[in-house]
């Protein structure tokens, strides 16, 4: 099985360094991943160097083999390959993958002013719909997150901003 | 006609009656400006079309709003303009590829296919130092109320002229200053836009600092999260709409 982590093309150093940790790598492949895809964007690790020209790092770490790159322009075929995603807490990515729809752990970055983006995957953790993580606890994360409670993501609804708008415009 | 006196040291009584009739007058208008809340202009016959603006404030605020658009008929909400900051180019190439998928998709005849891209300055830059911040403001400022005001005013450009009848905003900080342009096109008792906020998915417990700004002076506030209407703060929720 495979997985895949990413923090877009923000710069997320501790999430990126937790990724590829022992007791992270450990935990995936006590659950039975043996792929762990990686797009670190902008985030400053022990490997970045390797992949700093773009190119696409592998290595086996703890057993698992790992793929790391910067940024691809769409990370679409990524998703679709993987069978679970650990992501940045951004809102975008996280509809983005909630509508696939892939399993979701997701690590808010505490570093980020007010830090909204830990409201956000704390109010969706609380309607079911991802696992809300930190660093600390991504392991553990890892090992307790189960799929058959996960609700499933509504689909994109159009009509209502559509109605309110025409309603506010006279249309209606 | 009163002439303000300049050349006495000590403050006429005349000048400082005339000077608080106008700063009484000016907040006057002020209110009755931003008291002005149910559809006023909107009554009667509708028309065929009405011609919308969207400002596209970069990264997720662009793609939320684009969310927004996408829903849109745009046989009726023609032209549309669409406003981004100096140099955010990924805003404009998004905005072209709603308007190619929206062409290509039947929903929108050759008619309903008008659409302009406006640049404004930045109100503030990511890391821009506080001490310049006030210039640059003013400088975006100016810049809106020549979109908003002069241009429709003196028709000075035949494809723009038409002043747009709905302006939706939905942050970040440079969207506060088109909102005030609106509101000197108000004081002025020029026709403005009615003006539409859509605080971002992201915001759950607390507004943007842009949404905190323009709550109180837009005509709609709509937030995503019913959290943020507790205590009977003003806004509306229809649910999520991206």
Redesign the interface.
């Known amino acids: 099985m495979r997985a895949l982590a990413t923090v877009g093309t923000t710069k997320f150093d501790t999430l990126i360094t937790e990724v590829l940790s022992p007791r992270t790598l450990n935990a995936l492949k006590a659950r039975g991943y043996t792929t762990l895809s990686v797009q670190c964007g902008n985030s400053d690790f022990i490997y970045a160097p390797s992949v700093a020209k773009g190119e696409t790092a592998t290595l086996i770490l703890e057993g698992v083999s790992v793929e790391l790159w910067k940024f691809k322009s769409s990370l679409y075929e990524e998703y679709d390959k993987a069978e679970l995603i650990i992501s940045h807490a951004?809102?975008?990515t996280i509809?983005e993958i909630l509508r696939l729809p892939k399993p979701l752990i997701v690590v808010p970055n505490p570093t980020l002013l007010?830090n909204?983006?830990q409201?956000?995957a704390?109010?969706l953790e609380a309607q079911g719909y991802l696992k809300s993580s930190t660093i600390e606890d991504l392991a553990r994360s890892i090992q307790q997150f189960t799929t058959d409670t996960v609700v499933p993501f509504?689909a994109?609804?159009?009509?209502?901003?559509?109605q309110?708008?025409?309603e506010?415009?006279?249309?209606i | 006609m009163i002439e303000p006196e300049t050349r006495m040291n000590a403050p006429n009584p005349i000048t400082s009656i005339a000077v608080t009739l106008l700063l009484a007058l000016c907040s006057y208008r002020l209110y009755v400006v931003l008291k002005r809340r149910p559809c006023l202009y909107l009554e009667g016959s509708s028309p065929p079309t009405r011609s919308l603006a969207v400002f596209l404030g970069s990264g997720g605020h662009t793609s939320e709003a684009l969310h927004l658009l996408s829903s849109l008929d745009f046989t009726r909400y023609t032209p549309r303009r669409y406003i981004v900051s100096e140099g955010d180019h990924l805003s404009a190439q998004k905005a072209i590829a709603l308007e190619q998928a929206k062409y290509s998709s039947h929903e929108s005849p050759k008619s309903g296919h008008e659409y302009i891209i406006i640049t404004i300055p930045r109100a503030r830059r990511v890391h821009q130092s506080l001490f310049s911040t006030p210039l640059s403001t003013l400088w975006s400022l100016l810049a809106c109320i020549y979109y908003l005001t002069i241009e429709p005013a003196f028709s000075l450009r035949t494809q723009t002229k038409m002043l747009t009848d709905v302006l939706i905003l939905n942050g970040p900080g440079t969207c506060t200053t088109l909102c005030i342009a609106v509101i000197f096109n108000r004081f002025l008792g020029l026709p403005s836009p009615r003006v539409i906020y859509v605080e971002s998915f992201a915001r759950v417990h607390s507004l943007s600092a842009s949404g905190r700004l323009l709550r109180p002076l837009v005509d709609r506030f709509i937030v995503q999260w019913p959290q943020l209407l507790q205590y009977g703060k003003r806004g509306d929720y229809v649910g999520w709409l991206i």
């Open positions: 951004g809102a975008g509809i007010h909204h983006q409201e956000l704390q109010a509504p994109f609804d159009g009509s209502k901003f559509k309110l708008l025409d506010e415009m006279g249309f």
